[in-house]
């Protein structure tokens, strides 16, 4: 039985990802003619192209397309399993990759870390803040924190509480424009709307009487951060759909008010999402038990 050339799929995963062979060299530590025969390597054990060549532009092949995801994966897995060997004897050290939302980060992530970081003099974190979803495995990122209904994939994920959203609007805009007392009525009015969420275009509830609607949405303001809504959500400008964590103390203080209250909006959560690998080095595994610890009741 021929053994995986695990050597091979690794390079292969850092040309595909760095686009070059000459870049991967660079960033593997080896000759461009090691990465060349690598990759030649494993083309003829899988009997087909990874990429198409060209004087100016490297593409990756129908094969090389199919076949990326998995060497990502090989090459986390065998360098986890390394840091995990490693790690066995030692104190945790080395630097993170976290990913967070942007204002779930600022909020809620950011001012947890002096507390990790002064009780892991040897670790050092390199925190990524986007309401964007990152590619874990591509760019290298040991976790993230992600908000919503994970799509089905091969990450590992570990929920760590249900996140509540309120459609809402402020006092002012309502007395102006009236109380949506049923979705449908949301057509009539101002939306400000989220580009990043799944569905940006419309709203879909459910009802006390397990009854749905959807709504399709029109108003003046689209962003891509949930907070950047608050300033034109509270000075009247439409209604908005946010998650408790965002909008909770505008609630309290009478700023905005939630409406529709008997309607639902699809469950979302808040989890940690990590490589598919079972190989953790210490360090990321000391992170995720402090963020499930103080995140789980946030």
Excluded at 23 to 44: F, H, P
Excluded at 48 to 71: C, D, I, K, M, W
Excluded at 82 to 100: C, H, K, M, N, T
Aim: charged content about 20%; overall charge neutral; hydrophobic content about 45%.
């Amino acid at each position: 039985m021929r053994l995986p050339d695990f050597e091979a799929w690794s390079i292969f995963a850092a040309v595909a990802t760095e686009g070059g062979f000459s870049r991967a060299a660079d960033v593997l530590g080896l000759s461009k003619a090691t990465v060349s025969k690598a990759v030649s390597r494993l083309e003829a054990h899988v009997g087909a192209p990874l990429f198409h060549r060209t004087s100016r532009r490297l593409v990756l092949s129908e094969s090389g397309a199919a076949l990326l995801e998995q060497a990502k994966a090989i090459a986390a897995a065998g360098q986890a399993a390394e840091e995990a060997a490693r790690d066995e004897a030692s104190e945790p050290v080395g630097q993170i990759r976290l990913a967070a939302p942007m204002s779930y980060g600022i909020s809620r992530v950011a001012p947890l870390l002096s507390e990790f970081l002064g009780g892991h003099p040897g670790i050092s974190i390199d925190m990524h803040l986007s309401d964007a979803r990152v590619d874990l495995i591509g760019e290298r990122f040991d976790l993230a924190l992600r908000i919503g209904t994970l799509p089905d994939s091969s990450l590992r994920a570990r929920r760590l509480r249900g996140v509540t959203s309120h459609i809402l609007a402020s006092p002012g805009y309502l007395a102006a424009n009236g109380e949506p007392r049923h979705p449908a009525q949301l057509g009539e009015h101002r939306c400000i709307g989220y580009s990043l969420a799944s569905s940006p275009e419309s709203w879909r509830f459910t009802g006390p009487d397990g009854s749905e609607a959807v709504v399709r949405l029109a108003g003046p303001l689209r962003v891509n951060n949930g907070e950047a809504m608050l300033p034109a959500l509270c000075a009247g400008l439409g209604i908005a759909m946010l998650p408790d964590f965002i909008c909770e103390a505008d609630i309290a203080a009478g700023r905005l008010k939630p409406i529709l209250q008997d309607w639902k909006t699809a469950p979302i959560a808040i989890h940690i999402v990590t490589p598919p690998s079972s190989f953790r080095p210490r360090r990321v595994s000391a992170l995720i038990e402090f963020l499930a610890e103080k995140l789980s009741v946030a």
